[in-house]
T-cell receptor, first 114, second 117 residues
Framework: DGGITQSPKYLFRKEGQNVTLSCEQNLNHDAMYWYRQDPGQGLRLIYYSQIVNDFQKGDIAEGYSVSREKKESFPLTVTSAQKNPTAFYLC?????????????FGPGTRLTVL | GNSVTQMEGPVTLSEEAFLTINCTYTATGYPSLFWYVQYPGEGLQLLLKATKADDKGSNKGFEATYRKETTSFHLEKGSVQVSDSAVYFCALRGSNAGGTSYGKLTFGQGTILTVHP
């Protein structure tokens, strides 16, 4: 079945450590996105990528980094510079950024900093 | 910039009650409007959408009409079920007059719906 997978489902990290969240899609979509979800705040865009080897900062990119070496993969690294990293992280993809196509979401990764 | 405001939650209803979740927006250009649903522990699923004024999106008994004059996209369902319990997000995506989307989704804060038997 086509879709988006995120791993792990739950992730615990000690303060000061970097951690990488995985996102893979087999929908052959060009565009991929990372969102952060906090209680009562909806979703906020961290980074997005329109095509392989390209990515753009979203609204809250500070303390995060991404790479897009392959079309199907868009990993997100939460660095020690992110002051409040505990949140639910959602990855999404769509056929293209500049289009009216639907964004499909993965199941999410819940990151907790201990 | 673009913004979306949803009614404060949580909303608690009995089964078969009528549901309205209000959503208003601020945007330049000609936005497309969406409702997403998030069931416990899962990602978001697109529930319905409308891409131009007066369009009505509908799915699974839910409806929402794109009202440009009131900048609203309220979600309604005539008779809710326990299985509708979830978090509902209103969202918009900006676009120009030619319909070219700017891609980014702007989300409201989400409304928690709980339906009791």
């Amino acid at each position: 079945d086509g879709g988006i997978t995120q791993s792990p489902k739950y992730l615990f990290r000690k303060e000061g450590q970097n951690v990488t969240l995985s996102c893979e899609q087999n929908l052959n979509h060009d565009a991929m996105y990372w969102y952060r979800q906090d209680p009562g705040q909806g979703l906020r865009l961290i980074y997005y990528s329109q095509i392989v080897n390209d990515f753009q900062k979203g609204d809250i990119a500070e303390g995060y980094s991404v790479s897009r070496e392959k079309k199907e993969s868009f990993p997100l690294t939460v660095t020690s510079a992110q002051k409040n990293p505990t949140a639910f992280y959602l990855c999404a993809s769509s056929k293209a950024v500049a289009s009216n196509n639907e964004q499909f979401f993965g199941p999410g990764t819940r990151l907790t900093v201990l | 910039g673009n913004s979306v405001t949803q009614m404060e939650g949580p909303v608690t209803l009995s089964e078969e009650a009528f549901l309205t979740i209000n959503c208003t927006y601020t945007a330049t250009g000609y936005p497309s409007l969406f409702w997403y649903v998030q069931y416990p522990g899962e990602g978001l699923q697109l529930l319905l959408k409308a891409t131009k004024a007066d369009d009505k999106g509908s799915n699974k008994g839910f409806e929402a009409t794109y009202r440009k004059e009131t900048t609203s996209f309220h979600l309604e369902k005539g008779s809710v079920q326990v299985s509708d319990s979830a978090v509902y997000f209103c969202a918009l995506r900006g676009s120009n007059a030619g319909g070219t989307s700017y891609g980014k989704l702007t989300f409201g804060q989400g409304t928690i719906l709980t339906v009791h038997p």
